[in-house]
């Protein structure tokens, strides 16, 4: 190997491509995460002095934010099973501003706080359904659980310290925090959970890592099954993280997908049968019929067979977008391609940016208020 070998592509979008062909595969990067190791640590051993925001540093320390808060906070919180059968009292505040459930803090014979969100059947299903599904997979996510309080049967979560909102600007995002965006986005697809606009996100923790709170819509869009940048829940309501998509197509924002590739295959790799048994659960929870519940085998099932190729196909399709409008694409877009392209991003920075703070939120705020005088209290 030449002493300029390893500089290659230094084009490309990160450090990690300089290793094209001798780096491991994605699949060997797999098993390594699982044994606790760092992937590729012998490749980057003399790379490490060039800065703390290229891609490999930045998987290292999310992956050292996330230990030091699973072993700091998450491993603190109280399970599903003592969620269920806790004593609580109403805290005498108003709860949270935001969502479309009305909601009510309550506390512990400690004084710990949780929030008791009101909500039907299959919202708190689906809510237990992502819970009990990323706790196998040792994912952060705030416990749940099912609670009938006086009338009212809703979700109860902890309260856990945040420090912070997600920035709707994705420019405004720290290396680290693109990187936890990127590595959530299998497991929200995997649940077919598109209700991840900006308002499901607070920043925990003194690296300010962004975590989704509310899965309520899990299972919700597995009609989707093609994987774009563009997949969203509705017309006005858009993942964030497409903003995120588009700013790197349009070569604002360097990102790498390895780590988003990894969790890919991670996700896949859950047990079949674990997956099937937490959908059974869903289906008793629910009383739904037969049918549902092989049509909800089948639907998960070939989803999450699917999750690896779909990933780096979409991985594949960014940089293909990128490499275009850079004008160093080996086979360019159309035009209608592009113009395509140009009016959904448009879309979406209109229904992101504009449609949700100053529509949607004051709708929801409304439907809210609506829902807790036609409710009765807890």
Known sequence: MGLLDPLKGVCRDSVVSWFDDSRPSLNDAVASEGRGEWPFASAWVNLRHLSRSSHPFVRIELRRATRALRRELFETLPS???????PLEPVDAAGPA??????????????????????PPDMI??????WRVRALAERLHVPTARRTLGQVTGMLQPMIPVVGALERDPQRWSPLQCEAMLHDHPWEWLFANLDTHVDQYVLVGEDAVPLNIDWDHSLLDLDQTALTRFNRRSATVAPIRNLLYAHYVQDRVPL????????????AELPDGAIVELLDRYVDELGLPDARRLALHD???RRKASLADDFDALVESLRHERDD?????????APLARMASHARDAWQRLAIEVLHPLVLRPVLRGYRSLLRLRSPRA
């Open 80 to 86: 599903e099973h003592e969620l269920e059968r806790m």
């Open 98 to 119: 935001a969502g479309s459930r009305p909601q009510q803090l309550l506390r512990d014979e400690v004084g710990r706080r949780y929030m008791f969100k009101q909500a």
């Open 125 to 130: 299903a689906a809510e237990l359904f992502a």
């Open 256 to 267: 790498d997908f390895m780590g988003m590739q990894l969790q890919a295959r991670k996700a």
């Open 299 to 301: 639907q998960v099932l």
């Open 325 to 333: 409008v850079r004008g160093v694409a080996g086979r360019r877009r």
